[in-house]
């Protein structure tokens, strides 16, 4: 069946730094992956989206890779803010998301 | 504000109660989601409605019954749930379903569900 991986311990990083985490997802091929951010109570909020014939994505302070041999996508947030502290989602799909348990991040000051 | 709004956002109900969520966008979007997020696991895919019209049923049990009156509003009415159905109840939307992989979906904050 399909399944998608991302790291459920939480990342703790100092502020400034570069985080970086993955999605590896297996049995699957998807056109699409989209990365969400959620903070605690709320919904998740859409950040990126890739398609399978990129390989590469940035927003701002952003980036997101999408290695479709390697069934791997990497989002790294740069000059990494206490304020980007939430959990991020990565989801896979061509019509319906199918959706990771997500990775909590932590920035420290 | 996601131009997706949830009512309640929190309900506490015994097992043999009936109630009902409510989801609404204003995004004049053609699809609609329930999702169920159960801590530390993934979002799992309820229903999905395109123009109105139910397209995925997850394989979810009966005592949970949508309803998709228009393209905006999305109902899940609830009955005779069990404990383990205590979890946040998201909604979603985007704007269509056939190539939904290629459309960011917007959220609801949720409803945050607690069975007794």
């Known amino acids: 069946s399909q399944k998608i991986e991302q790291n459920s311990e939480a990342l703790n990083i100092q502020e400034g730094k570069t985080a970086t985490l993955t999605c590896n997802y297996t049995?699957?091929?998807?056109?699409?992956l989209q990365w969400y951010r959620q903070d605690p109570g709320r919904g998740p909020v859409f950040l990126l989206l890739?398609?399978?014939?990129?390989k590469e994505k940035r927003k701002e302070r952003l980036k997101v890779t999408f290695d479709t041999t390697l069934k791997q996508s990497l989002f790294h947030i740069t000059a990494s803010q206490p304020a980007d502290s939430a959990t991020y989602l990565c989801?896979?799909?061509?019509?319906?998301?199918?959706f990771g348990a997500g990775t909590r991040l932590a920035v420290h000051p | 504000e996601t131009g997706v709004t949830q009512t309640p956002r929190h309900l506490v109900m015994g097992m043999t109660n009936k109630k009902s969520l409510k989801c609404e966008q204003h995004l004049g979007h053609n699809a609609m989601y329930w999702y169920k997020q159960s801590a530390k696991k993934p979002l799992e895919l309820m229903f999905v409605y395109n123009f109105k019209e139910q397209t995925e049923n997850n394989s979810v049990p009966s005592r949970f019954s949508p309803e998709c009156p228009n393209s905006s509003h999305l109902f899940l009415h609830l009955h005779t749930l069990q404990p383990e159905d205590s979890a946040l109840y998201l909604c979603?939307?985007?704007?269509?379903?056939?190539?939904?992989?290629?459309?960011?979906?917007?959220f609801g904050d949720g409803t945050r569900l607690s069975i007794l």
């Open positions: 979603a939307s985007s704007q269509d379903w056939l190539v939904g992989g290629n459309q960011p979906q917007h």
């Open positions: 989801a896979l799909g061509n019509n319906k998301l199918i």
């Open positions: 890739i398609r399978e014939n990129e």
């Open positions: 049995n699957y091929s998807p056109a699409y």
